[in-house]
């Protein structure tokens, strides 16, 4: 595609709820991150792959976030037992090499109530 | 570890005034540097960016930002800014992990408020 696409664009989960969130790299990107943004703040790192490969997971804030990348294109990122506090903009981006710039997606919004 | 820092949390400006945001980072290996602007319910888009060479980099809109390697400075400037140039602006860097992974960190990102 064009472009990273990000699917759904706005999702209210209650509280307790699990979500999945849809993430489409340009064609290609061997790079994929997930970031989580609260408002009014910048961009979080939760996870990272090469691939399908998950090489960095470091960011993710609890064993409620999984995400994965099975065939090394598109990826899932899932929250179990959502919480007020997963509330937030989640971004994805992709990027064809380590020495490039990182293109985002436009984002799902989650509000969890 | 390598870090962000945006020192204005927002800057108001009027319409065809000159500005500058203000981005300084801690690195202590070669540095890959980026900005980038996010409008209402957007996601990130790329300014520009600085990997190697000229220190001075042009972007997209008119923006260009300066690379300073003794200040560990990569402020962002455009000369005539426009309405349309209102937006949040987040300045990055590339941390490369001795695990051979990588990710971006981002700054806490400024407001520019174009005023007519």
């Known amino acids: 595609g064009a472009g990273v696409s990000q699917s759904p664009r706005y999702k209210v989960a209650k509280r307790g709820q699990d979500v999945a969130l849809r993430c489409d790299p340009i064609s290609g990107h061997v790079s994929l991150f997930w970031y989580q943004q609260a408002l009014g703040q910048g961009p979080e790192f939760l996870t990272y792959?090469?691939?399908?490969?998950?090489?960095?997971k470091s960011g993710l804030p609890s064993d409620r976030f999984f995400a994965e990348r099975p065939e090394g294109s598109v990826s899932t990122l899932k929250i179990q037992r959502t919480q007020q506090e997963d509330s937030a903009v989640y971004l994805c981006a992709s990027s064809i090499t380590t020495n490039t710039e990182a293109f985002f997606g436009q984002g799902t919004r989650l509000t969890v109530v | 570890a390598q870090s962000v820092t945006q020192l204005d949390s927002q800057v108001p400006v009027f319409e065809e005034a000159p500005v500058e945001l203000r981005c300084n980072y801690s690195?202590?290996?070669?540095?890959?540097l980026f900005w980038y602007v996010q409008y209402p319910n957007q996601g990130l888009q790329l300014l520009l960016k600085?990997?190697?060479?000229?220190?001075l980099v042009k972007g997209i809109n008119g923006f260009e930002a300066e690379f300073n390697k003794s200040q560990t400075s990569f402020h962002l400037r455009k000369p005539s800014v426009h309405i349309s140039d209102t937006a949040e602006y987040f300045c990055a860097v590339r941390a490369g992990l001795t695990s051979g992974t990588y990710k971006y960190i981002f700054g806490t990102g400024t407001r520019l408020k174009v005023l007519a």
């Open positions: 792959f090469q691939n399908e490969a998950q090489l960095d």
């Open positions: 600085y990997l190697s060479g000229s220190t």
């Open positions: 690195s202590s290996v070669s540095v890959y």
